[in-house]
C-alpha cells in the first residue's frame, strides 16, 4: 500500500516565507556560502538492487543508508536519487556525504547503461523510467514518502525528464548545468548541431555502452577511435553503417537522427528534451535552478527558471556563477580568474535546500536567499593573476527576477567601417560582404561548451588560436580573418553592466541558397603591462541557419541570390561589467566551428551532404536595414 506523502503539504507551508523573500535585496548579496553540517550517522552500501519498472526492464540502483554503530539505522528517511549515464559508482561521494546526514541516497543507471538492462535511447525512456524509481522508492519500508533529486548535465536532464511525470512523491529538485530544451540549444543551436553531442558519443556514450563494456578488445578500440574525434567531425556527415559507432548501432543511430533533425522535429519537443513544451505537466515542486555564465546549458535553464516561475506556485530559485560546465567548486573558466568566493560548496549548498524542503529545517542565514542570485563579471583590474590567468573579477547580487526588469534593452548599431554606436546608420545604402569557406572555418576559442576532451576548450578565452584550444594552424588573432566582422564602440567613457538576454537583429544575404550567420559578443580589454596587446575576452556567442530565418517550426525554403533577409540570432544570457576603456565588440561571421558543425551552402538535406562550396554572404548596415546587437543595459546603482 502507498504511504501517504507528506511533501505537498510541506511546500504549501513554505510558500509564506518564500513570498516575503521580494521585497528588498541589497545591491551586493553574500555569496552562497553554507558551512557543511557534521556527519551524523554511517553509512551502509548495497549494490547493483535491481529495480523492475512497467515494461519489465531492470534498472541498477546503489542504495547509501544511514547507519548508528555499524546498523541500518531504524526508522524511516527522506531520500535522494540520482539517475546517471555515467555509472552509479560515480555517485559515491554524494551518497556517502548525503546518507551521513540522514538521507537515504539512490544512485541508479539510466536504463541501458552499465548495470541496468534494456536499450539506451537518449531521454526517451527517461520520464517513464524515473517516475517508476521515484514510486518505488517511496514503497519502502525506509522511506518517508518524501524523494529528492541531484544531478549535473545528463543527470540533471533526467530529473527533468521525471518532474514531467509529475510523481507523487516527487518532493524537490535540484537540477545543475541541466540538460533541457535541446532543439532550442544545447544540441540543435538556432538550427546548426552543437557537436559537443558528437563529442559525447564517441567518448562518453559509445565506449562505456553495455556491448563495449561486455568486450574489452571492442572498448579499446571504441577509446581509440573517440581520441580522433577532430578527425571525425572534419570528416561529417555519418552514413548508416559506415562509421566507427556501426559496433554500438543504438548510439550510431540516435547521433545520425539527431544530426538530420531539425528543431522542429519532435525529436527535439518530447518529454526529456525540453521543459518548456512540458510545464502544464511538470510537477510542481521547489526546484533549485543551478548554471554558470559559460555552462553548455546557461539559456536553456533560464529559460527552465523563467517557464517554471510563471506556472508554478511551489518556489523556483535561479543560481548562476561563473562557471564552466560543472565548475561550480571552481573560481576560473577557461583563462579568466574570478573572486574566491565565486567557488562554492555545491554538497553542502544542496543540503541545505534539501533540509529546508524535505525536512522542514529552516536556517539561521536563510531570510538572505532571494529567488535569483547572479555572479557580476568583470570587476576586476584584468591583470595577470598568480594562477596565470586574467583577473576579472566579479561579485554577487541578489535579484527579485530574472530577466531583470530594470535593464534597459539598448540597441548598438553596425555601421560602415566596423564602427558600433547607439546611433542608428545613416540613408546611404552600406552592406559588408564576405567569403565564408565551410573547408576553411573559423575557429572555436572558448565559449559555453561542455567538455575540452579534445575537440574543444569551454569558458573565457583571449580571441586568437593556440595549443591548448585545440584551433587551426594559423595562431593570428580572429579580428585579423577577412571572413570576421568586426563591429566595437570606442573605449568606454564610464562602466556598463550588461545582464540579461543578448539578441543580435541583422539584416543579411548569401549567393548561397543556404548558409549560416554567427555573433559573439566580446570585451576588448586594453593593454596593460601584463597583457601588452590586451585581451580580447569572448562573452556569450550563437549562430542561425538561414533555412530556419522565419522560425524553428518549419524551413523557410533556400534562399536567391539578392535575397535581404531579417533574422535574429540569440545570444546566451550574460552578466558582465564592460569597464571604463574597454570596448563593447560585436563579431559577425558565419562559422564557429567545431562547436556548430558547418553549413557546407549548397543546400542539401542536413545531415546528409556530400560537397561543400564557398558563400558569398552579406552583411546589410544602413537606414533600411538597421543591424544591430540589443544588449540589456542595467543603470548603474
Known sequence: MRKACPARQMRLSGLVFWGLLGIVFPAVAQPPRVERRAATHGVSVEKNVMIRVRDGVALAADLYQPTNAGVVAPGRFPALLTRTPYDKTGAEHEGRYYAERGYVVVANDVRGRYASQGTWRMMVDDPADG?????????????????????????????????????PHLTTLVPVDALSNCGVSGMRHGGAFELRFMNWIFQIGAPNSRAALAKPELRRALVESGRRIREHVDALPLRPGLSALRTVPEYEAWLIEAMRAGPESALWHAKGMSVVDHVADYADVPVLHVTG???????????????????????????????????????????????????????????????????????????????????????GDDRRSASGRLRHGGAWRAEREWPLKRAAATAFYLHDGGRLTPEPPGERASSTTYTYDPRTPVPTIGGNISSNQGLITNGGYDQRPRDDTHAALNRLPLSERRDVLVFHTPPLERDLEVTGPVEARLWVGSSAPDTDFTVKLVEEIPPNPDYPLGFDLNIGDSILRMRYREGFDHEAGLLKPGDVAPITITLYPTANVFKKGSRIRVDVSSSNYPRFDRNPNTGEPMGSFRRMIPADNTLYHDATHPSRVVLPIVPAA
Open 293 to 379: 555564465w559559460y555552462d553548455s546549458w546557461t539559456r536553456q535553464v533560464a529559460l527552465n527558471y523563467e517557464s517554471l516561475s510563471r506556472a508554478k506556485k511551489s518556489p523556483q530559485r535561479l543560481l548562476i556563477g561563473p562557471w564552466v560546465h560543472g565548475g561550480q567548486g571552481s573560481n576560473h573558466a577557461g583563462e579568466v580568474e574570478f573572486t574566491p568566493d565565486a567557488a562554492v560548496d555545491l554538497l553542502a549548498l544542496r543540503l541545505r535546500w534539501y533540509d529546508r524542503w524535505m525536512k522542514g529545517v529552516k536556517s539561521s542565514d536563510e531570510a538572505a536567499d532571494p529567488p535569483v542570485l547572479l555572479y557580476i563579471m568583470g570587476l
Open 131 to 167: 517516475y517508476d524509481v521515484v514510486e518505488w522508492i517511496a514503497a519502502q519500508p525506509w522511506s518517508d514518502g518524501r524523494v529528492g533529486t541531484f544531478g549535473t548535465s545528463y543527470p540533471g536532464g533526467t530529473q527533468h525528464a521525471l518532474a514531467e511525470m509529475n510523481p
